[in-house]
């Protein structure tokens, strides 16, 4: 362990690492809510309110010593919206640039600040109701100077594209989905730039102008792992997946690049002209594939493992216990 720091409040955001520095999020309270319950449990789903005055704050470490070097209350105030008992109010994770970090905090309010900690923009974002009152969790994505959200309700969901310099809005295009929590993700491959975005109605693929490129259906009725891309035996391919666990759909998706249309696969279908493969077992609840190599190997629920050959989607290791 070279060094050990410890973070006020409660965040499930992942730090991120840029120019020497830890960044990450957290949401501090003199209420700080319930305890989380481990484990699986169908009791007491609802989300709930958690009262009183809050702060969601952006914080920087030296990544070399955990030295602190800020920290940063972007906004205070009360919780304007409900969340699961397992959720938290930063369970977004930060991106960034050489210039620039964005923090956002789902029912609250998305930020930009400097490497010193200056707020350079910010502004509130509209509460939506999600489902069961679960709270949001899809983190901002970063891309050549764009910011790109993936923020699908109950009430109104959309793909929104936002100046990461201002603040000001580049496009916006509503989707027909209802509740995800999934981040989308940059695929960049000789053919293009795609921003693709997971979803439990459909996957759906934009170009940087927010034109919809391709649609996918088939998902698990809870859609949360990022999707993941890289090239396998010299082809590029892209891989989505989902696998809630009272679902029997757990799908696994290995996608070439050039789809347009609706290339959602047919009854009895695994593979189209533009799907390379499917396995319909191996997607994972919470966790985002990892793709290694020629393996992807998915972490799924109680300790167990699985790994894909990432070329054919069969399984080299099916739910092995981690650490026998």
């Not at 449990?41 to 010593?65: C, H, M, N």
Request: glycine share 10%; charged share 20%; with cysteine.
């Amino acid at each position: 362990v070279r060094w050990r720091v410890p973070v006020p409040g409660r965040g499930w955001s992942s730090p991120v690492v840029h120019s020497g520095k830890v960044f990450v999020t957290t949401s501090t309270s003199a209420n700080p809510g319930p305890e989380q319950r481990k484990g699986l449990y169908i009791l007491d789903l609802q989300g709930k309110a958690q009262p009183g005055e809050r702060s969601w704050e952006v914080l920087a470490f030296d990544a070399a010593t955990g030295k602190s070097l800020w920290r940063v209350p972007v906004f205070t105030g009360e919780a304007r919206s409900t969340i699961h008992i397992k959720n938290t109010f930063a369970s977004e994770t930060p991106c960034a640039d050489a210039e620039r970090v964005i923090a956002m905090f789902g029912n609250r309010g998305i930020a930009a600040l400097d490497h010193a900690g200056k707020v350079l923009w910010q502004f509130d974002l509209p509460v939506r109701k999600t489902e069961m009152g679960w709270g949001p969790a899809a983190s901002p994505v970063l891309h050549e100077g764009v910011v790109y959200l993936a923020m699908d309700s109950e009430e109104e969901s959309l793909v929104w594209a936002i100046d990461a310099r201002t603040g000001n809005t580049i496009w916006k295009r509503i989707r027909n989905e209802k509740s995800n929590w999934a981040t989308p993700f940059v695929w960049v491959h000789p053919a293009g730039t795609e921003i693709v975005t997971a979803g439990k109605g459909k996957v759906r693929s934009y170009d940087t102008r927010g034109e919809l490129l391709w649609e996918l259906g088939g998902m698990s009725i809870i859609a949360i792992p990022t999707p993941s891309a890289g090239v396998i035996d010299g082809k590029p391919l892209l891989f989505v997946s989902s696998g809630y666990v009272m679902d029997v759909r757990k799908p696994v998706f290995a996608i070439r690049p050039g789809s347009r249309g609706d290339i959602t696969l047919k009854l009895g279908e695994s593979s189209n002209d533009y799907v390379v493969w499917r396995n319909g077992t191996a997607g994972s609840y919470h966790p985002s594939p990892v793709l290694a190599g020629n393996r992807l190997h998915v972490l799924l629920d109680r300790g167990y493992l699985t790994t894909l050959d990432a070329a054919n989607g069969k399984a080299i290791t099916d739910k092995a216990p981690l650490g026998k």
